[in-house]
């Protein structure tokens, strides 16, 4: 009896590495870790859009508490999306206006290469890139003419002129400067607050990667993540393991 279970404990140790080998890639998402950083607090339920309720488990005080098994799940689809589009050499989009975001989408965005937009998202961006690539060129043409020194030869009043409308280019264009060619997918931090960029990318068949909170429509994401979209731990855990990825 005891050779046999000796031989049974062998058995399962000698299986374990198999095991581990055919495991899933999970790219270190963990609920107890999300859970600290707040990714389960949504909004109120007043306030709830009918088709978050698959990823809602509960209620606290009036505030809905978003099921974090289903979030890791969304994530980790999410994750394996932006490493095979990466993988293909495409451009992800960052898109996030709101003001705690602003500058942490800025960072990752810049960190990994990739074009963002953390302004007011300008109408036309992806449906009329036609005209926009034209600005952009107008844009990088300017700023390069200013770097060599070019635009010393004009009066000082031309030059304050151009000092400004380069000043303005940079708020509105910064982000997407060196962008030639429609992204292969976005991602919006709030896609509650940026509908006008979901609605340009479902029109231009551009895959949307979102962050859901429990007032968002998670129907016209493709790859939306179920989590808090206001607590900026939340938002720097979700943006940080991005991040990984991309690198």
């Known amino acids: 009896m005891a050779e046999t279970k000796e031989k049974t404990t062998k058995e399962v140790k000698s299986a374990s590495p198999k095991t581990k080998a055919v495991k899933k890639e999970t790219f270190g998402v963990n609920p107890e ?7 389960s607090m949504g909004h109120r339920a007043s306030n709830a859009h009918p088709k978050m309720k698959p990823y809602i488990c509960g209620m606290r005080n009036a505030v809905h508490i978003i099921d974090l098994e289903r979030t890791k799940e969304k994530f980790e689809e999410t994750l394996k999306f932006i490493k095979r589009i990466i993988s293909e050499k495409k451009t992800l989009l960052f898109i996030g206006t709101k003001i705690q975001v602003k500058d942490l989408v800025k ?16 109408g036309g961006t992806l449906t009329n890139f036609g005209i926009i690539s034209k600005r952009l060129e107008y844009f990088r043409d300017l700023d390069e003419k200013k770097k060599k020194g070019e635009l010393k030869k004009y009066t000082k009043k031309e030059q304050h002129q151009f000092g400004v409308e380069l000043q303005k280019l940079e708020r509105q264009f910064g982000g997407i400067k060196k962008m030639i060619k429609l992204p292969e997918a976005l991602l919006i931090v709030d896609v509650q607050k940026e509908k006008l960029a979901v609605k340009e990318a479902r029109m231009k068949n551009i895959p949307v990667i979102g962050l859901c909170d429990t007032n968002a429509d998670p129907s016209i994401i493709d790859y939306p993540i179920p989590a808090n979209d206001d607590a900026i731990t939340s938002l720097k855990l979700i943006l940080g393991t991005i991040t990984k990825v991309l690198k």
């Open 107 to 122: 960072d990752v965005a810049k960190e990994c290469d990739l074009p963002y937009v953390n302004e007011r998202w300008l």
């Open 33 to 39: 870790e999300m859970a600290e950083a707040g990714l």
